[in-house]
């Protein structure tokens, strides 16, 4: 929490009591997630540097990890042909415009093969028709858009919560005088990602970033025993 922006120190103790009367050591994300997002950050202009710092710092590496959440593209809604946006209306409304346009169409004319002479209609930037693809459009965004702060506000949740664990567990480990873990990857394809992560804090614990799987695995020398 210490590099989330937007939310005040206070809010942030309140946070972390929800998350204790849950009982779980924040594992029990369903006990806390939804009512933690709705009372301290939907909404809200917040931001959590520990992730924008991440996706700088890949963005100039030029790659990503392989489990990297982009919520930036979550916002983006995906890009639709004009085609594909036609198919979305009802099949009234297409025969209704082409009827306008003077374009002929068989009466039992399937809906791809109304949405397809829509498309190409001399008329149809012109028409009452465009302007509510525009709108369904506009909408589309908005969505997405709403998405994003819920999606970062979920990654940072989680992050937290394994965090967390990770710390219990060595913990746990060194009480019972393990001392060496080893890196458990998921793809070793990520191996310079947690690299750089550990090579810039010695001292992290999994997930190393956003989204990160790694796991530490406790190596016990067997010759102490």
């Known amino acids: 929490m210490e590099t ?22 924040g594992l029990n994300l369903g006990g806390y997630f939804e009512k933690g997002y709705e009372v301290f950050f939907k909404g809200r202009q917040w931001k959590w540097g520990e992730y924008e710092e991440w996706r700088d710092t890949f963005e100039r590496l030029g790659s990503f990890p392989s489990n990297w959440i982009d919520v930036d593209q979550i916002a983006r809604p995906g890009t639709r042909s004009t085609y594909d946006q036609l198919l979305e209306l009802r099949i009234l409304e297409l025969r209704e415009f082409l009827i306008a346009e003077g374009i002929s169409f068989d009466a039992d004319a399937p809906k791809a093969q109304l949405a397809s002479l829509a498309e190409h209609a001399p008329g149809l930037s ?11 459009e506009e909408e589309a965004r908005q969505k997405a858009e709403a998405r994003r702060p819920k999606a970062l506000y979920d990654l940072l949740m989680r992050t937290i919560a394994y965090r967390a664990k990770s710390v219990r567990d060595l913990e746990r480990a060194h009480s019972n005088g393990i001392q060496r873990h080893e890196v458990m990857l998921v793809l070793e394809a990520d191996r310079k990602f947690i690299d750089l992560a550990r090579k810039k804090n010695p001292q992290a614990v999994p997930p190393y970033y956003p989204n990160d799987f790694t796991q530490l695995r406790p190596i016990v020398d067997f010759s102490k025993q």
């Open 4 to 25: 989330v922006e937007g939310i005040s120190a206070e809010e942030k103790s309140q946070l972390r009591d929800l998350v204790t009367e849950t009982g779980s050591d």
């Open 126 to 136: 012109a028409s009452s028709l465009w302007a509510r693809l525009q709108q369904n």
